[in-house]
């Protein structure tokens, strides 16, 4: 067991706390929530900060709520953002905070027997249960507009012109109610968040103070960015999701391995459980040797295990290697359809019917004529090649220009076929 606090600072995750907090955290098994915006059916990676507090904060003693905001999901959080986002309708919502406890499930221990077990709880519950009129004569009349306005995420709204809606203005009361029905009802006494949340937060202290003459507490982590500057968690392609289907084991694997070593420092500390002995033994031997990323692998495997498990990161790894090392027609067998195509994207691709495919005799001809001489420009120069060694078939080596086509297709119709030291092209049979 850990002191929560001292474990986010080492690893760079602590940016502002209320007074106290710590003393109180040392009191007795505490307490807190954190909240998620079900504006997706998966988590992304930028919710892994949130998703590390948690677990941080359960491997310390005390008992995570994870909020899934099937209600404030509805309207948006203006924190950091220019403009109103798109509202969805309660059945997509509901759709996608069932897939968001799906994830969650894998981090936190639910376990019924656990002392400090987590619990999910969705905000939709008990704002569902308020009318317009109630919620502001029972919870707006609490706190002013001029709180609400000093707001850093509603004044930079407002300074920038673009302005903001009623909707998204009363966002801060609504994530401040949760606090005061969490803490009235669930007995949490504190919010963690990222540190765009933190007005939002204190909202919610103040509506505890006011409404029932409480004291809770806030905690806020730093939002991470690259040391480029851009956005973190955001690819050419897009977002990383946690949900295989939306971004591959292995794309997910490639995004922590390609990760810049100053980026790598500090990952490893925000998205491991790592102790700070290993991490430093890690950047010490990165250091020596940092060709060998030493530290971009030990993220990418951590991460990967924690997410997808063991089973995909060995596939991960092993597709990696079958561009980047020595590697079999029995490793790239071992991928699926889905991983074999993205290992090599980008790769031309060659398409030849079944029928010419079964009438072709030799690999000289499969690779010029039957290929429309896309692969080699002529049959001379095919068979020159392969006499010199060059070329392979599904990582074999082809020595015989004349030899016959009895490679095993790949996911029943595919060929890899490798022309020198680097260029590729898949032949697809149809």
């Not at 704002?127 to 029972?138: G, K």
Request: proline share 3%; with cysteine.
């Amino acid at each position: 067991m850990n002191n929560f606090i001292d474990e986010l600072q080492w690893r760079g995750m602590l940016q502002d706390m209320t007074p106290d907090l710590e003393q109180h955290l040392k009191e007795g098994m505490r307490s807190a929530y954190l909240g998620f915006d079900p504006t997706a059916d998966s988590l992304h990676i930028g919710h892994l900060v949130g998703v590390m507090t948690l677990l941080h904060f359960q491997l310390a003693g005390h008992k995570p709520f994870a909020l899934v905001g099937g209600a404030t999901g509805m309207i948006g959080d203006p924190s950091f953002k220019s403009a109103e986002r798109n509202l969805l309708d309660k059945a997509t919502l509901d759709h996608n905070v069932e897939c968001l406890k799906k994830q969650l499930s894998k981090f936190l221990n639910f376990d019924e027997g656990a002392a400090n077990k987590a619990e999910l709880v969705n905000n939709h519950d008990w704002m569902s249960q308020f009318s317009f009129l109630e919620f502001i004569r029972d919870v707006g009349k609490h706190i002013t507009v001029n709180y609400m306005m000093a707001k850093d995420s509603v004044k930079r709204r407002l300074e920038e012109g673009s302005g903001l809606s009623f909707t998204e203005f009363s966002y801060q009361l609504i994530q401040g109610y949760d606090f005061f029905h969490l803490w009235k009802n669930n007995g949490i006494s504190i919010q963690l968040g990222g540190s765009d949340q933190w007005g939002n937060i204190v909202t919610g202290t103040e509506l505890i103070r006011k409404m029932e003459g409480g004291h809770a507490f806030a905690l806020t982590v730093p939002l991470i960015t690259k040391a480029d500057g851009s956005k973190f968690g955001k690819t050419e392609s897009g977002s990383v999701w946690l949900d295989p289907e939306k971004t591959s084991p292995y794309a997910f694997y490639q995004f922590w391995l390609n990760v810049s070593d100053e980026d790598a420092s500090k990952y490893i500390r925000i998205f491991t459980l790592l102790d700070k002995e290993r991490v430093e033994q890690l950047e010490k031997e990165h250091l020596e040797a940092p060709h060998l990323r030493l530290l971009q692998k030990e993220i990418a495997k951590e991460v990967t295990i924690m997410v997808h498990g063991e089973k995909e990161y060995e596939m991960a790894v092993k597709a990696s290697s079958i561009l980047f090392g020595k590697s079999s027609t029995q490793d790239l067998a071992a991928l699926d359809e889905r991983t074999f195509l993205q290992v090599f994207d980008g790769v031309p691709q060659v398409h030849i019917s079944s029928a010419i495919f079964e009438e072709t005799s030799n690999v000289v001809d499969l690779l010029s004529e039957k290929s429309e001489f896309i692969i080699f420009p002529s049959k001379g120069e095919a068979r020159k090649m392969i006499q010199g060694g060059g070329v392979s078939i599904n990582k074999e080596k082809v020595s015989d220009p004349m030899g016959a086509i009895n490679f095993e297709l790949l996911q029943d119709k595919y060929l890899l076929v490798q022309k020198g030291k680097k260029q590729y092209f898949i032949i697809l049979i149809k």
